[in-house]
């Protein structure tokens, strides 16, 4: 099993954000030929939204609509794929996760992004936390260094990381980890913002 470069556990708007903000630096010359894994359950609360508020989409989008068209554009990339998975188990060094049917997928850097529902995967790493003390309850988050990274190898995005469920927020959370990995990957501060060509 060869791992990717990053594993990214989760498939809403954190989780895809932080792929699709990958996959966008793959024509760097520091990007190399590094690989993203999606894994996605299916179960992100975006399924059942019907977003009016979130920048720079329709009004009236369903949100199943909207997680369709972020992997369309993670994909189109083409460093990555995006497997139907739900995972149980995790052990690290690196990291490999274990699914339900018994498949297994492996990563170098680890970004979990299951929403604040999900505590049923053993081996996370971090603490896990109430999302917000007066918030509902069952609903948990991993504690972080305020940058989302849990250890050099593990970051958590979206609202796991603690952040709001405003689609805009948990997006935001997930390209901000993206942005700090590639940081890494480039050995300086960067980011990735493309121009028009020139007409």
């Known amino acids: ?5 990053v594993l990214i556990i989760g498939g809403g708007p954190g989780g895809l954000s932080c792929a699709i903000t990958l996959a966008s630096a793959r024509s760097k010359s520091w990007f190399g030929n590094r690989t993203i ?7 992100s ?20 609509d909207v997680l369709q068209r972020m992997q ?5 990339f083409e460093v990555g794929d995006i497997h139907h998975a739900h995972v149980t188990s995790l052990t690290r060094d690196p990291w490999c996760v274990h699914c339900d049917d018994k498949r297994a997928f492996a990563g170098r850097l680890l970004v979990l992004t299951t929403g ?3 505590r049923e995967i053993e081996g996370l790493p971090g603490a ?13 988050a991993l504690t972080h260094d305020g940058q989302y990274r849990i250890t050099d190898h593990a970051h958590v995005a979206g609202v796991l990381a603690g952040g709001s469920s405003q689609f805009a927020i948990a997006a935001g959370i997930g ?11 480039a ?13």
């Not at 894994?37 to 179960?43: A, E, F, I, S, Y």
């Not at 999302?131 to 069952?138: A, L, S, T, V, Y």
């Not at 390209?175 to 990957?185: H, K, P, S, T, Y």
């Open 72 to 76: 369309r554009q993670f994909l189109q």
């Open 128 to 140: 896990v936390v109430p999302h917000h003390p007066e918030g509902k309850r069952g609903r948990i």
């Open 37 to 43: 894994t999606v894994l996605d359950d299916g179960r």
């Open 1 to 5: 099993m060869t791992p990717s470069d």
């Open 116 to 118: 604040y529902k999900h």
């Open 175 to 185: 390209a901000q980890v993206a942005v700090d990995i590639l940081c890494v990957w």
């Open 187 to 199: 050995g300086k501060r960067t980011h990735v913002h493309d121009t028009p060509p020139e007409r």
């Open 45 to 64: 609360d975006l399924h059942r939204a019907w977003l009016n508020n979130a920048p720079g989409i329709e009004p009236g989008t369903h949100g199943s």
